[in-house]
């Protein structure tokens, strides 16, 4: 594969899904693996556009870049990328000048290899992505560490990867935004290890992306448990046909990672905890019955209530706000709905003349 004429990008692509399908392996190992890749065959510049983003680099990587940060890990990458090589300032200008007096001392100790006097050519403002991730996972020990020596703690929990990540396929390896085309592409092996291409459109999810997410996540679940590509879109149509939408949470609440319902469910129904103020844990959950017997809603509506439970509100009065969004999303005339065009369509490419 290495030897093939795919652009690098997509050859990345596929031996990083190779690795994340063999048992044990997860993304850590894909990283590592790729860019040893990369070290052994620095003239097919797979990691030039594209690097995967490993476990040990992710909750760095959303810490240096704060609220806002993006939440496809590639597009985060890129964007703490650009701020590392744009810096100007005496920290970068001595940053540089270290990197510069340093590959020089290498480039004489292992003159007698070439591929590691490659490796020793790093231009001013010109970082890799995958040299970052390196410096990304050198953070995280170094907070680790101050962690251990200074507070007495066995270490900084801001740094602590997601272990159920580890060693599995997750749907956010496979999924990339479009902003051109207005689409969240889903891109992975299928059940006969072929690969598998779909999408969902920004305008059948009411332009919300992390929504659009969501359900191409949904959809990768499906796939994995052995559906075709026609029954995941049909699937995918279901879901957008009855999606009303409307009021959400921010994009970085995290009540998108907390309110989850398990479509395979036979009454799905979104449950979670809140610890309030004072050690007390509130159980709540919504339902698709009561959400219009659709999940985006019922998720939609976990969300809301999560993000009210979690700033301290009573339960009694996020179970009377629970009423009101139900009563909304019933509320919606059948002709308001998203009619079958709107869901389905999705932006054709141009033709080349």
Avoid at 15 to 33: F, P, R
Avoid at 123 to 148: D, N, P, W
Avoid at 273 to 289: P, Y
Wanted: hydrophobic letters at 35%.
């Amino acid at each position: 594969m290495l030897k093939s004429k795919l652009p690098p990008m997509e050859k990345l692509s596929k031996l990083s899904n190779l690795i994340l399908q063999a048992d044990g392996c997860g993304e850590t190992w894909a990283k590592m693996l790729t860019v040893c890749m990369d070290l052994a065959y620095p003239e097919e510049r797979l990691l030039e556009s594209q690097c995967d983003v490993g476990i040990g680099a992710a909750k760095p990587l959303q810490c240096l870049l704060g609220r806002g940060a993006p939440v496809d890990r590639h597009e985060a990458l890129s964007v703490l990328l650009g701020k590392v090589n744009a810096a100007n300032g005496p920290a970068a200008k001595h940053f540089w000048q270290m990197v510069h007096n340093v590959e020089k001392k290498l480039e004489t100790k292992f003159n007698k290899y070439p591929l590691v006097v490659s490796q020793t050519k790093t231009q001013k403002g010109r970082m890799t992505a995958a040299t970052l991730q390196v410096q990304l996972c050198e953070y995280r020990q170094f907070r680790h560490s101050v962690a251990r020596l200074q507070y007495g703690l066995p270490d900084d929990e801001s740094m602590r990867g997601d272990p159920e990540a580890e060693g599995r396929l997750t749907a956010a390896n496979f999924m990339a935004v479009d902003e051109k085309r207005k689409l969240v592409t889903l891109e992975c092996p299928g059940p006969d290890s072929k690969k598998v291409s779909t999408q969902v459109s920004f305008e059948a999810t009411g332009r919300n992306i992390n929504v659009a997410r969501r359900l191409a996540a949904m959809m990768f679940s499906k796939i994995k448990d052995g559906a075709s590509v026609s029954e995941v879109e049909n699937f995918r149509d279901e879901m957008l046909k009855d999606y009303v939408g409307g009021p959400d949470v921010p994009d970085d609440s995290e009540a998108w990672k907390h309110c989850r319902i398990q479509i395979n469910m036979g009454a799905p129904a979104c449950g979670f905890q809140v610890e309030q103020k004072g050690g007390k844990r509130v159980a709540f959950q919504t339902t698709s019955a009561a959400a219009g017997g659709n999940v985006l809603e019922a998720e939609r509506v976990a969300r809301l209530c999560w993000e009210r439970l979690n700033n301290g509100a009573p339960k009694e009065a996020v179970l009377e706000y629970r009423k009101g969004l139900y009563a909304a999303i019933g509320s919606v005339p059948q002709g308001r709905k998203r009619s079958q065009q709107a869901v389905t369509k999705t932006p054709s490419k141009k033709r080349r003349t």
